[in-house]
């Protein structure tokens, strides 16, 4: 069964401070796998998106690792800012079907002051 | 702005009484989707198009939910009925072929 989890379910750092969200798929056959940022209220945007070949991917604080032989993913972010307060969606895409998209349940990310 | 909108953006009606939401893919997109978010959820697939062409349904679509896309640019999800557990932030996304989809600012309904 092609699923997506994701750990911690919730998470709370101080602003400034560096974490690492998790994603385990069992999605099969691998087309590619993405994490997408959703403000409250907002729709996803994509963050980053890797490919089987690709083992590391940044886009600014953010720093996506891909381990395609273990299945599993995770999400860096360096210097964490209030603006970081959002929920982190994994999303795997399988090579075929047009519904081809399996959705984490998302990480819920909570920056104080 | 270019990118996928969605309208509107809050809606709030009585249980029984129908509504429609309507989504604006990006215009040189192919595909339009439909998803359903509920609280601390991933999103999920409700349906999509291939220009006009409902290509797949959900099963969580049921007989009180209808989308179309009649002209192959917006799509329309309208449900008859609703029902307190349709509450939800109703997405829709678009892509290029298989390429990238783009998400929308989502649809919040609240069913009373």
């Known amino acids: 069964k092609n699923q997506v989890e994701q750990s911690p379910q919730s998470l709370i750092i101080l602003e400034g401070k560096n974490c690492t969200l998790q994603c385990n798929y069992t999605v099969s056959p691998f087309s590619n796998l993405r994490w997408y940022k959703q403000d409250t209220g907002r729709g996803p945007v994509s963050l980053t998106i890797?490919?089987?070949?690709?083992n590391t991917k940044s886009n600014g604080r953010y720093t996506a690792t891909l381990d395609a032989d273990t299945k599993q993913s995770s999400l860096h972010i360096t210097a964490s800012q209030l603006s970081d307060s959002a929920s982190y969606i994994c999303v795997v895409s399988a090579q075929t079907g047009a519904n081809n998209l399996f959705f984490g349940t998302g990480t819920r990310l909570t920056v104080i002051p | 702005d270019t990118g996928v909108s969605q309208d509107p953006r809050h809606k709030i009606t009585k249980r029984g009484q129908n509504v429609t939401f309507r989504c604006d893919p990006i215009s040189e997109h192919n595909r339009l989707y439909w998803y359903r978010q509920t609280l601390g959820q991933g999103p999920e697939f409700l349906t999509y198009f291939q220009n006009e062409a409902q290509l797949e349904k959900s099963r969580l679509l049921s007989d009180r939910f209808s989308a179309e896309r009649p002209k192959g640019s917006f799509s329309t999800l309208e449900i008859q009925r609703t029902e307190q557990g349709d509450s939800a932030m109703y997405l829709c996304?678009?892509?290029?072929?298989?390429?990238?989809?783009?998400f929308g600012p989502g649809t919040r309904l609240t069913v009373l």
């Open positions: 890797m490919t089987f070949s690709e």
């Open positions: 996304a678009s892509s290029y072929r298989e390429g990238e989809q783009f």
